[in-house]
Each structure stands twice: as C-alpha cells, then as structure tokens.
C-alpha cells in the first residue's frame, strides 16, 4: 500500500464501532409487518374478514338451520320469531343459508387466490429469471391467457356444463394467474439487475437460489397485494355468474343465488329476501379490497424510502 | 487469520500464490454488448465496445487502482474478472487457469478466492435479510462448516469490519451508509478470497466516512493478505491506496504505471489532463497551476474513434493518432506503459501537469478542413 503522503485522506485508522448511528428501531420483526399491523385499513379489513369467517364456518354450528329440505308452510315469513332474518320462498332460513353460502363464497376466494398467486408467482419469476428465448415464449402464453374475456368464458362453460365449485374455482384460477406472473415478472427482471442479486452470483449463489433466496422476499409485497384483490374478485364473479342462474345447481348455496332469488321476490314485497345476501357480498368485497389498498400503500410507501 | 479464527470444514487453503506471484491475468479482454432491433428476429445492428482489448497482470498482494471517468468501462471490467458478465473474447487467468469460458457451474469453485465489493451500499444489501443472513449467504453457499461454526464466523467477521454482534440480527436499513458498507466487505471477505474487486466501495459514501472504509480495506490487506482491484474515480483515493494504477478510456487501458510514478510523470495526455482536475487542498498551488479542460464529450462507445481513441479530444493530436492506434509500451521506467503517439516529454519535471507540446508534426487541428 502507498503511504499516506497524500494529505487529503484522514480520520480514524483502523474500524470503530458507530453504534450511536444506528437507528432506534429494532430489528426483530420486518418493517412491513410493523407497518401492516399500524395501518387502521388493514387491520380493519382483517377483523370484517375474521369476523366474516367465524360467521360462516362457526355460525352453522351454533345456529342450527335446515339447508336442504324444502317446506312450503315457512315460506317467505318476515324476520322475527325463529327466524330472524325471516325466511326465503322455499321456507328455508335466511340467517342460516347467508352462512352457508359465505362459506363456497370464501372457500372460493381463497382457494383462487392461493392457486393463482402460488402458480403465477413460481411461472412469473422462473420466466424473467431464465429470460431470452424462454421468457418470450412464456410471457406469449400468458397474453394468450390475458385476452380471453373471464366472464365470458365461464358464461359459455356454464352453459355447456354443469359447474361445481370445483371446476369455478379451477376456471377463475386458470384465468387470473397471467396477471400475477405479469406483475412478478417484471419484478424479478428489475431486480436481475439489483446489486445484491450480482453480488449473491458473484458467492457462487445457483440461480435458484438466488431466486428463492433474494427475489421472492422481495416481490412478496407485490403479489400480496394481487392476492387479496383476486380474493375480492373471485368471490365477485362466483356470485355473478349464480346471479345469472348460471352457479352449480341447489342444494349447493352461495350469495349469488340468493340475490337473484331475492331480487324475483322483491317484486313480491319480500324485501328482506334481497339485503342480507346483498350486504354480505358488499361487506366481503369491500374487506378484502381495504386490505389490497392498505397493502399497496405500505408497499409503495416502502419503496420510496 | 490472525485472530485465531475459526477454522471452517472446507475452507482449507487452496495451492497458495505466494506474494508476488501473477495471480490474475487479463489477456486482449474484451467485452461488446451487442444493440439488437428488429421484432421477430433480433438482428445486431451495433455493438458497446465497454472493454476492447485490455490485457494486465495483478500480482498477490498488491493493489491495483483502476481511473477514469464515467463510462470508460471500468465497471464492466470489474464485472468481466468476476465473471458476472460472459466475456466476448480474451482470455482471463486466475491462479494460472483460464476461466474466461468456464460456466457458472465450474465458476462456484472460483468465486471462494474472487469476492467483489459493490458501490452503492444501498443496493448490494437484500433489504429483506438479517445482518447474519447477509453475511452468512457466501458460507452457506459453499456449505462451509456447521451452523454453529458459521455463526461464530459471522461474529468474528463482524468485529474485524468494527460492526458488533448485536448487529446480527438488524436489517440493513437500520444502518448508516458507512456500516453498510462494512456489512459489504465482511460478506466478500466471509470466505477468506485471495481477490476482491472493490467497485467504487466509497463513491457512494459520504466524504467523512470515506476514510473510515478505506482504511478499514488498507488494515484488512495487511491482515489477511488481500489483493486488491480498486475502483475509482477519485484520484486521491486511488493514489492513496494503489500500489499500481491503470487509466481507462473508453474501453482501452492507456497507461498503467506504479502509483506514485503516475502522478509524478503522467506519460499520457489524457491522464495529464484527469491529474489537472484532482483539487488541490493549497489554496496558492491550486491558482498557479493550470487546468486542461478537455473539449467536447467522451465520443460513443458504439462506434469508437479510428486510431487513438482520445485523439479527437487531445490537444497534442496528428494525422498519425487519428491514423493508427497506439500500442500500449513502455515509456520511461519500469512497469510504466502507456499508449500514445506523442508520450509527454520525460525530461519535463515540473510537476504533473507540465504542459510542453511534443507534436512535431502538423497538428490535427489545421488539416481537418482540409
């Protein structure tokens, strides 16, 4: 080394510790978790989504309904007595079919969210990882995918077939996963070029590793937030497509059958046959959608600093 | 080590080149990133000529300073020795092998000995990872000992940058710029290299902490025997810490010479004109010398100027620099090369912008119209 002739170059000699730079917040727990459980929209997005759950999975079990049998001589009563929501035009209780049919709703939601955001994630991030050749190749599939019309296809599969939840919730994930590979994708692809990501290659890191290791942390913010939108969305085309009378056939329950049969009734003066199932769905999307919003805040808000 | 480290499984010493020894060599290393159009099939319609032809010798132990201004190549060169990028051609030689053309499964075996220290300390951190885990990732990587021996590397890495161990478990945000970086050079050195490429490891930092770090680099070298690839355009820190420096211009190494020798007796006339640019702390030397401004841009790196690629902005130019490209030999002492056509007057000792016009011939200036 060169003696330090130059004068320019001063300060201490050798490493000091700087502890008094550090910051006062302590690390232990990620700063995107302490600012989700800070933020007043995701918190309350998550207590309606709780509050939604214990209802339709634990209500059946305290408030004991007959969801299957058909009885003419308790149609269309007002709320009150046993019934306090009252009950629809095949005598059955609202209260007790609004949970029933909360639970396909959110089964629904989440089975496509976790099925599209896990198989758009891992396609999205293997595609813009590998890149070239590949990478177009696979992103062509996925604008394939993309300009299929959802509500469309499923209106013609569900007039060609008869639909359980199964094969929507098969149908919805098919259809949304390209936006989430879309969106990891270009993540990963601007990340490629991050230090960071150089500097686990230049340890020998394999590629995978880096992949799993460095990339996914960090697109995590990105398809979470897709994630809980897609809830919304599934939960929205699920009760469209039986709004239509296009749903899987009774006895098998969901919001959307109830609003389309609530709706005939209205014209009948039995309103309180259309809003509960109305409200429930609102209340859903609308939670699930505050938390999306709360999440994109909190992402953008981080990558800004 | 000197701090009675602990010995990690398969971290043995691999056949040692002793002090002295060539330990990298680059040989006519090149390095065109290709400009490609068209919507179906991609046609190269040009090429970025970042590194064209560069050829040096590192020796274990010392320093070597690469200069030049923004652009020149010099982080692609970097990038090319650690094989982040493919090399277009050449040959590279580290430890007397040629890895130039090894993929990157043959390259992890490599990447023990040739670490890199990034720029920005900002960006070469995983703002998602531990301390630990950031510094850990090279020894997990090579699976070097257990975890309990790792986690006992870890704090020993710790203190030799001057971080503590309650610092393990923080996240890089938590840290000041200066720490970061220390952070950095503990995760290179993790996996004790015999090569760091440092890119501009204080660029990015603030003026007051710089020292700090390039200390903390200098004490390290003595330590651990380090060679060093150091990257910079602050020619004072360069100077402070070279042993040999290498100046870039577009692509091209155009001297290289001993550290000291450089600033004393700069043979080319671009290095003659960065060395006027360095501030002067003296308030009366800084009026009295004087400053060559270089005229105009640094031209395009897609299509390179014909001959001597600094001859339209040099000021000593003929129709020979324009003509044909200079070699890069040797001029005045040993180990000093340069690649010009009209080296700057060896006599002249007046200091390192001496500004005596060797042209003997008609200058470039007068017949261009022509």
């Known amino acids: 080394m060169q003696s330090a002739e130059h004068g320019a170059i001063t300060g201490s000699v050798g490493p000091a510790p700087e502890g008094g730079e550090v910051s006062s917040r302590t690390g232990g727990r990620s700063l995107a978790l302490d600012d989700f459980l800070h933020n007043k929209r995701a918190m309350g997005g998550c207590a309606v989504v709780l509050l939604l759950i214990l209802f339709c999975f634990v209500g059946p079990l305290l408030y004991r309904t007959n969801q299957t049998t058909v009885n003419l001589n308790l149609a269309n009563l007002p709320p009150g007595g046993g019934h306090p929501l009252g009950t629809d035009e095949y005598g059955i209780d609202i209260l007790g079919r609004l949970m029933v049919g909360g639970q396909s709703s959110l089964e629904l939601g989440f089975a496509v969210a976790i099925i599209s955001t896990v198989i758009g994630a891992l396609y999205g991030a293997i595609s813009g990882m590998i890149g070239g050749i590949f990478d177009a190749f696979l992103m062509r599939i996925v604008d394939t995918l993309l300009a299929v019309p959802t509500f469309i296809l499923l209106l013609i599969m569900a007039s060609m077939f008869t ?16 936006y989430v590979s879309r969106l990891v994708r270009g993540q990963v692809l601007s990340l490629r070029t991050r230090e960071f990501v150089q500097a686990s290659t230049t340890m020998g890191s394999t590629r995978m590793r880096i992949l799993f290791r460095h990339m996914m942390p960090n697109t995590f913010n990105i398809f979470i937030v897709t994630t809980t939108f897609a809830v919304a969305d599934a939960i929205y085309s699920l009760s469209a497509l039986s709004f239509l009378g296009l749903g899987p056939p009774p006895p098998f329950a969901d919001w959307g059958t109830m609003l389309t049969n609530g709706v005939n009734d209205l014209f009948d003066s039995y309103p309180w046959e259309v809003y509960p199932a109305l409200i429930a769905l609102v209340v859903t999307v609308l939670a699930f959608r505050q938390i999306g919003d709360a999440l994109n805040d909190i992402a953008s808000a981080r990558s800004t600093r | 080590m000197t701090d009675g480290a602990v010995e990690l499984a398969l971290l043995e010493e691999g056949p040692a080149v002793a002090k002295g020894d060539v330990l990298l060599r680059a040989d006519h290393l090149k390095k065109y990133f290709p400009i490609k159009s068209g919507i179906l099939i991609q046609r190269e319609v040009a090429r970025v000529h970042a590194v064209d032809d560069v050829s040096f010798e590192l020796r274990a132990g010392e320093t070597l300073g690469l200069v030049g201004e923004s652009g020149c190549g010099k982080s692609t060169l970097a990038r090319c020795i650690a094989r ?53 990732d090279p020894l997990r990587i090579h699976r070097a000992g257990s975890r309990d021996q790792i986690r006992r590397r870890i704090l020993e890495l710790l203190e030799l940058v001057g971080l503590s161990a309650e610092h393990i478990n923080r996240y890089p945000h938590e840290f000041s710029g200066g720490q970061r970086q220390r952070i950095g050079v503990a995760r290179a050195l993790a996996l004790k290299p015999k090569l760091v490429i440092a890119d501009e490891p204080v660029s990015a930092l603030d003026v007051s902490i710089r020292a700090q770090v390039i200390n903390l680099l200098d004490d390290l070298q003595d330590e651990l025997g380090l060679t060093y690839i150091f990257i910079a355009h602050d020619l004072g820190v360069v100077r402070h810490v070279s042993d040999r420096i290498a100046v870039m211009y577009l ?19 671009y290095t003659e004109a960065l060395l006027s640019a360095v501030p002067v702390p003296d308030p009366d030397l800084s009026a009295s010398r004087q ?46 090369l340069a690649a010009c056509h009209h080296p700057l007057s060896l006599q002249t000792q007046v200091g390192a912008w001496a500004t005596v016009p060797v042209s003997a011939e008609t200058p470039l200036s007068e017949t261009a119209t022509t």
């Open chain 1, 163 to 178: 639909l359980n939840l199964l094969s929507i919730i098969l149908l919805l994930s098919l259809l949304s996963w390209p």
């Open chain 2, 84 to 136: 982040l990028y493919d090399i277009t051609s050449g040959s590279l030689e580290f430890e007397g092998t040629d890895i130039s053309k090894y993929s990157r499964r043959q390259l992890r075996a490599v990447r023990r000995d040739l670490q890199m220290i990034f720029q920005d300390p900002y960006a070469s951190l995983n703002p998602r990872k531990r301390v630990g885990a950031i510094i850990s």
């Open chain 2, 251 to 269: 692509g091209k190494i155009v001297e290289i010479s001993p550290a000291e020798e450089l600033y004393q007796r700069p043979v080319h006339p």
């Open chain 2, 291 to 336: 400053r060559l401004v270089l005229e105009g841009d640094v031209p395009s790196p897609i299509d390179p100027p014909s001959g001597c690629r600094f001859h339209p902005r040099c000021r000593y130019a003929t129709q020979v620099c324009k003509a044909a490209e200079p070699p890069l030999v040797q001029h005045g002492s040993l180990g000093h």
